[in-house]
T-cell receptor, first 110, second 114 residues
Framework: AQSVAQPEDQVNVAEGNPLTVKCTYS??????LFWYVQYPNRGLQFLLK??????LVKGSYGFEAEFNKSQTSFHLKKPSALVSDSALYFC????????FGKGTRLHILP | EAQVTQNPRYLITVTGKKLTVTCSQN?????MSWYRQDPGLGLRQIYYSMNVEVTDKGDVPEGYKVSRKEKRNFPLILESPSPNQTSLYFC?????????????FGSGTQLSVL
């Protein structure tokens, strides 16, 4: 059965520093992987996806994610964090259906 | 503007009093889905619909009903709400379930069952 794990409930990063939000997955076939962001009082918004091709995927708002097949990971990254990046981030995997992780709250400290 | 509209935004009710949360999309999407979001549990799928008159259970369907009589509407029905259904609910739609990057979410319905 497919699954996705986000091991950190919360990540705190100082503004201007690089950030990483972790995600690992388990699927039976080739993974379709996604990151979504949720701002307060809003629904989830799509950030980026990995289907096939380059292991480094670029998305919205300067975010990128690195697909690592051997480690079954799809970590979200950004070289320089902004206070406005503070939000709840969800990793998702699609095999036969879409499954979301539990979410990681990202706090960017001014 | 392309959007998924949920109503109401906030709802407080009492145990056993039937309620309906409406969801409507204006993008002619075939696939619609309901999720509940709880702290530490993330999003869990309640029901989904691949097309008109086609609905299926998600991971946590107990205590919920849905219907899909028209393509644009996918209401969530709680026949006899209980306190454990207090949660934040999201409706979402996409042209097809393989296009998660095109999942459009509503703004959510915060439900409190007393």
């Amino acid at each position: 059965a497919q699954s996705v794990a986000q091991p950190e409930d919360q990540v705190n990063v100082a503004e201007g520093n690089p950030l990483t939000v972790k995600c690992t997955y388990s699927v039976s076939g080739n993974p379709y992987l996604f990151w979504y962001v949720q701002y307060p009082n809003r629904g989830l918004q799509f950030l980026l996806k990995y289907i096939t091709g380059d292991n480094l995927v670029k998305g919205s708002y300067g975010f990128e994610a690195e697909f690592n097949k051997s480690q079954t990971s799809f970590h979200l990254k950004k070289p320089s964090a902004l206070v406005s990046d503070s939000a709840l981030y969800f990793c998702a995997v699609k095999d036969d259906k879409i499954i979301f992780g539990k979410g990681t709250r990202l706090h960017i400290l001014p | 503007e392309a959007q998924v509209t949920q109503n109401p935004r906030y709802l407080i009710t009492v145990t056993g009093k039937k309620l309906t949360v409406t969801c409507s999309q204006n993008m002619n999407h075939e696939y619609m889905s309901w999720y509940r979001q709880d702290p530490g549990l993330g999003l869990r799928q309640i029901y989904y619909s691949m097309n008109v008159e086609v609905t299926d259970k998600g991971d946590v369907p107990e205590g919920y009903k849905v219907s899909r009589k028209e393509k644009r509407n996918f209401p969530l029905i709680l026949e006899s709400p209980s306190p454990n259904q207090t949660s934040l609910y999201f409706c979402a739609s996409t042209p097809n379930p393989g296009q998660a990057e095109k999942l459009f979410f509503g703004s959510g319905t915060q439900l409190s069952v007393l």
